[in-house]
């Protein structure tokens, strides 16, 4: 149970269903990983397929497997873990196959008719699927259970279970008891994670809106590069996560700082319009969204990074992962309001949002304000990327970013743009009514909700709940 | 696949019903943005309305079936439900935000038509709108296919022939981008066109003139979103309704047409999609051909093509910033204030 | 009218004795108790304030004396907190600005605000009011409004011959010179056949060899009939064209009087070296000081209340091209 961010939700009777089966294992003295939902590729995809390749125990990385049919076709490449899920709309028959050419060598098939299987999606949301590898003798299946997936189909409401190794799962936070207080706490908790979490991404946004007015559509990929390099750093180059960290960073800070010298200065200096800036963030979204999906794929892939047990606290679960992304995020926040209200460069930054021309007058070089701002977002926005994609469940999708963008949005226009600290309450209202509206309505429609609270409140309050004034002309 | 069958796919795209849906889609934008100068990013909202409201009625409500109707007048009422859903979802985006600054009507164009986006593909509306599966073709196409005067089995030459269905779809889509067509040029001779036009640039100058601003804004966005719906209809005609379809992707690509072809003349938003189309179709057959050769290694063909949206991103970028009165707009005409 | 130095006490205009506040014998405008808080800052305070009929009246006062917002209320383009006021004998309270307009209330802006994409002749026929190709639905016949266009058309030749725009009738009004913006905004205002032009500060920014014909043309509206009321900076022109000055300091009337005593009368020597007291005379640089000032005062807290029975009104935006000032976060903490 999740608490988190992912887009795919299935409620209650999930979130139930899942509480109990931890409650159980931890009470069982079993390995403390969470029954959890594995990751998925499609936003909102009700169903799916997934597994786990394994040779023996060791997982088998970049193995092919396409699912086909209602009009999905997709392939996807297995993590580092050897897991891979494909999402699916729709209930129906699917084709699922393998491609054994990207098999290792000398790992075949125990029945090779497996390579091409029709599954049927009926009730179950998670469908396991198996390739069992081993000499194709025909030979008793499953007398060697030590070279079998461990992929099993799911049941019933129950996701495809993970096992002992494999740090799999999303963040998960729940409650350890399904009355409806514990219930609630635990989305409260949840999405107070969630809000922090788009706090530190919305904050860019705002910042870049208040210094230079524009409203920076490909916000959400600066988001996405923090996790894919934080993808490729950990995992495909498998480098110590500290190193990992410290390099995503360094690289999201650079990218920041490249799309003002590359862009924006440009445009600034050619006194190009905000209407037009607009559609060139919204043309910068499109290609560097599907340049990803070039670069990584279309599907999600799996991070190898530990996310720790999951942890009760009071009626509450919390993975991990999901409570060490908050405390950093809350310490970030920290950091970034003391920066914009004790250094000099921080209140040059606001001066700057407060009246351009006046701090240009006043000896501000607006030029190098808006640099720092447009650095401080890469880098704020891709720490977000890493601690979103950890907080999800550790794990990378193209449009990662993209998909909570407008989530992003509605943040920063419920606080009152370009007000940072409005971005932070205006996010966490956000993260609030996404969670809490799981409680009540179907959890695909969460997003939708949040949305719908953006325009009810400018509808009342257009200047956004902190937004004090606006201007005419 | 050889170059010349990737000319040919190319050049089918000219009269596809899709570039049709799409020339309606970008004309309505057109309306909006390019005359009225309001920052509608969901116009892929309007056309989800159209095409849900067009297959739910025909689905549900039936009227062959159960009223005895001819095929004729459910079509039409079918259609008329789309416009009227339209009309209502105008209304609502633009009764709280017109009054406001316009980005905030991008924001909140966006997200409603998310919202929309949502709310059709969710589980719990599976029985209405398909869910996450959309609604089969098979079920909302029948009064269409009946209305079929094309009983051959197939038209055209070359890379322009279809099927008589197709072709059926081909002549009305085309035929309503016509009329859209003489309409925005009707509109924008008039003085209803120039009180348009003054807002675009200052509403409030038009106010001081005594024109009631708030309701010619009402009137644009209702007029094109209207259009948006229409294109919604010609959208699902050839195809089966899929939510996603109506993802804020397709907004982004009516955008990208519009300001190719060049926002604020009539004929622009018909350029613009037929090239979008083109040249999307274009390049991804040379990508493909490129693929087939070996070029990006052993990348899955799928992955490869994405480049071709990238090009997209970069064009739209690049168009905006050096030449934003797109192909047919007057270089003093820009399209853009400020 | 005199050369005394000590301020008359009656006026021709005036009914009962010249003060600030004073009746008229002839208001066309009668302002009551209109106040303007912008947060703490009470912007606009006036108690009672007459404009006379068929007159050039002058609005003067210190940088941020609210002449622009108390412009911005009477035109309906801004909500007061409180108060009355009418035109012609009609309560303008909670009328949208769109209304005052069509009641001859017509206003031109400090910023002018010509409409750049549209050519000169349609930025003029725009101006025509009542006209049947505005409909939606008319506009596509064009038999229906062809004749009423058609004799817009010559009235608009007619006004621009006469503001000597003529020569650019086809030219796109974004390529016109800050003078000929005036001019033509003017122009616009005046094919509505208002009984009273509102002109904010329409000296600003003008070169200074189209400054006389604009002096010219401002006292052709009050021959033709009409009452002028405007708000100006520079001295000379309120001296050689008003009838009537009235005096605003920190969003009070605080004197009123003929052009030729006013600047004795104490209260408006106090008002401007109590103000900025370099803000007085015009020159451009101080206009353009002034000009940020009134940016300043123009910022105007949308009000939701006021949007919601607008028609329309506080809200605002060119296109959504503008960019908000922002919101101080300082101020919010």
Redesign the interface.
């Known amino acids: 149970m999740k608490t988190s961010s992912r887009p795919q939700r299935r409620g209650l009777r999930r979130v139930i269903a899942v509480a109990l089966a931890v409650m159980g294992m931890v009470a069982g003295g079993a390995t403390a990983v969470a029954a959890a939902p594995l990751p998925q590729t499609e936003q909102a995809s009700p169903y799916n397929f997934n597994g786990i390749i394994r040779d023996g125990q060791t997982p088998v990385e970049g193995v092919e497997i396409t699912v086909t049919g209602n009009g999905v076709d997709e392939t996807v490449a297995t993590g580092a873990d050897g897991r891979w899920m494909i999402g699916v709309p729709s209930t129906g028959t699917y084709t699922v196959s393998i491609d054994t050419s990207t098999l290792p060598e000398g790992l075949t098939l125990r029945d090779p008719s497996f390579e091409s299987r029709e599954f049927e999606v009926g009730g179950s949301t998670a469908v396991g699927v198996l390739f069992p590898f081993g000499p194709s003798t025909g030979g008793s299946p499953g007398a060697d259970p030590g070279t079998g997936s461990s992929g099993s189909p799911g049941s019933g409401e129950a996701p495809a279970p993970g096992d002992g190794e494999t740090p799999g799962g999303t963040s998960d936070t729940g409650a350890s008891s399904n009355d409806f207080g514990s219930q609630l706490l635990a989305r409260v908790i949840s999405g107070l994670s969630f809000g922090l979490l788009l706090a530190l991404a919305a904050i860019g946004i705002t910042l870049i809106f208040g210094t230079t007015g524009v409203n920076n559509f490909a916000h959400g990929e600066l988001l996405t590069f923090g996790g894919i390099v934080f993808y490729v750093t950990t995992t495909l180059v498998n480098w110590p996560a500290w190193i990992a960290v410290v390099v995503t960073l360094i690289a999201s800070a650079a990218l920041g700082w490249a799309h003002d010298w590359a862009i924006f200065k440009p445009l600034r200096r050619r006194r190009v319009g905000l209407v037009q800036v607009l559609i060139v963030t919204i043309g910068l979204s499109i290609a560097l969204r599907y340049f990803y999906q070039f670069l990584i794929g279309g599907g999600t892939y799996g991070l190898s990074v530990e996310r720790g047990d999951v942890l009760q606290i009071g009626p509450v679960l919390m993975r991990t992962s999901g409570v060490v992304s908050s405390a950093i995020a809350i310490v970030v926040l920290v950091a970034v309001g003391l920066f914009l209200t004790r250094t000099r460069i921080g209140k040059a930054t606001r001066a700057v949002s407060d009246n351009a021309g006046l701090a240009s007058a006043s000896g501000i070089d607006v030029d190098r304000v808006i640099r720092i701002v447009w650095v401080l977002a890469g880098l704020l926005t891709g720490g977000a990327g890493i601690l979103y994609t950890y907080f999800i469940g550790a794990n990378i999708k193209w449009d990662v970013g993209f998909t909570i963008l407008l989530l992003l949005f509605a943040a920063v226009t419920l606080g009152g743009l370009g007000s940072a600290f409005g971005a932070l309450v205006g996010a966490i209202i956000i993260g609030l009514v996404t969670e809490i509206s799981t409680l009540f309505i179907a959890p695909d429609l969460r997003y939708a909700i949040a949305l719908l609270v953006l325009i009810l409140v400018l509808l009342f309050r257009p200047q956004g709940i902190l937004g004090r004034r606006e201007r005419i002309g | 696949m050889d170059f010349l069958s990737i000319i040919n796919s190319a050049a089918s795209e000219i009269l596809s019903p899709t570039t049709a849906a799409f020339a309606l889609a970008t004309i309505g934008l057109n309306i909006h943005f390019g005359y009225s100068g309001l920052l509608n990013f969901g116009q892929a909202g309007f056309m989800a309305i159209g095409a849900y409201a067009f297959a739910i009625f025909t689905m549900m409500v039936d009227p062959t079936a159960t009223l005895g109707w001819p095929v004729w007048l459910s079509f039409i009422a079918a259609v008329l439900v789309a416009v009227v859903a339209a009309v209502i979802f105008a209304l609502i985006l633009g009764i709280p935000t017109l009054r406001l600054r316009g980005d905030y009507l991008a924001i909140v164009t966006i997200a409603a038509a998310e919202i929309i986006r949502f709310s059709v593909r969710t589980q719990d509306l599976t029985a209405i709108t398909g869910g996450s599966q959309g609604l089969r073709g098979a079920d909302y196409k029948g009064d269409f296919d009946a209305m079929n005067p094309l009983t051959g089995t197939t038209y055209g030459f070359g890379p322009w022939t279809a099927t008589a269905y197709d072709t059926w779809v081909r002549i009305v889509a085309w035929s309503l981008v016509i009329v859209a067509l003489v309409l925005v040029w009707l509109l924008m001779r008039s003085p209803w066109g120039r009180v348009i036009k003054g807002i675009r640039e200052d509403e409030d100058a038009v106010r001081s003139l005594g024109k009631n601003v708030y309701g010619y804004k009402m009137q644009a966005l209702v007029l094109g979103g209207v259009l948006g719906a229409v294109a919604g209809v010609m959208f699902v005609l050839p195809r089966a309704v899929q939510p996603d379809n109506f993802a804020t992707t397709m907004t982004f690509y009516i955008w990208t047409a519009l300001l190719l072809g060049g926002a604020a003349t009539v004929f622009g938003p018909l350029l613009g999609s037929i090239l979008f189309w083109v040249l999307l179709s274009f390049t991804g057959g040379v990508i493909n051909l490129l693929h087939g050769m070996g070029v990006f290694g052993d990348m899955s063909g799928s992955q490869a093509g994405q480049i071709r949206f990238v090009l997209i991103g970069i064009a739209l970028m690049v168009l905006v910033i050096f030449r934003p009165q797109g192909i047919l707009g007057n270089k003093k005409e820009l399209s853009f204030n400020v | 009218m005199s050369d005394t130095t000590t301020p008359p006490t009656t006026h021709p205009l005036v009914d009962g004795e010249v003060g600030p506040g004073c009746k008229k014998v002839d208001p066309i405008v009668v302002a009551d108790g209109v106040v303007r808080q912008?947060?703490g800052l009470t912007a606009v305070d006036v108690e009672h304030v007459e404009i006379p009929r068929g007159m050039i009246t002058a609005l003067i006062g210190p940088n941020g004396a609210g002449k622009t917002t108390f412009f911005?209320l009477l035109?309906g383009?801004?909500r007061p907190n409180k108060g009355s006021w009418s035109f012609d004998g009609q309560s303008l309270a909670h009328v949208?600005?769109?209304?005052v307009?069509?009641r001859g209330m017509?206003?031109?802006?400090q910023?002018t605000?010509?409409?750049?994409?549209?050519t000169v002749l349609?930025?003029m026929?725009?101006?025509a009011?009542d006209?049947?190709?505005?409909?939606?639905f008319?506009?596509?016949l064009?038999p229906l409004?062809a004749k009423q266009?058609q004799a817009n058309t010559e009235r608009a030749d007619a006004l621009l011959e006469r503001f000597k725009l003529d020569a650019k009738r086809e030219d796109?009004a974004?390529?016109l010179s800050g003078g000929q913006r005036k001019l033509l905004?003017m122009a616009?205002?005046l094919?509505?056949e208002p009984s009273l032009v509102m002109l904010d500060e329409p000296m600003a920014g003008v070169n200074p060899a189209l400054t006389q014909s604009l002096l010219d043309h401002v006292k052709g509206l009050k021959a033709e009939g009409m009452t002028v009321l405007f708000v100006e900076h520079d001295m000379h022109m309120v001296r050689h064209i008003s009838d009537w000055v009235i005096v605003m300091a920190e969003g009070k009337v605080v004197a009123e009087g003929p052009p030729e005593t006013i600047m004795q009368d104490q209260a408006v020597v106090d008002a401007y070296l109590g103000a900025h007291h370099d803000t007085d005379l015009g020159t451009l640089t101080n206009q353009q000081v002034a000009q940020i000032h009134e940016?300043a005062e123009?910022?105007?807290?949308?009000d939701?209340e006021a949007?919601d029975t607008?028609?329309?009104?506080?809200?605002?935006?060119?296109?959504?091209?503008?960019?908000?000032?922002?919101?101080?976060?300082?101020?919010?903490?």
Not at chain 3, 298 to 302: D, G, I, L
Request: charged share 30%.
């Open positions: 912008f947060g911005n035109t383009f801004d949208p600005s769109h209304k307009a069509r017509v206003r031109t802006f910023l605000k010509s409409l750049g994409r549209l349609q930025n026929l725009l101006g009011r006209q049947r190709g505005e409909g939606i008319a506009a596509l064009k409004w266009e796109y974004a390529s905004e616009r205002a094919m509505s940016d123009e910022e105007v807290p949308v939701p949007s607008a028609g329309s009104g506080t809200e605002t935006s060119t296109g959504g091209a503008t960019r908000v000032t922002t919101d101080d976060e300082e101020g919010q903490r």
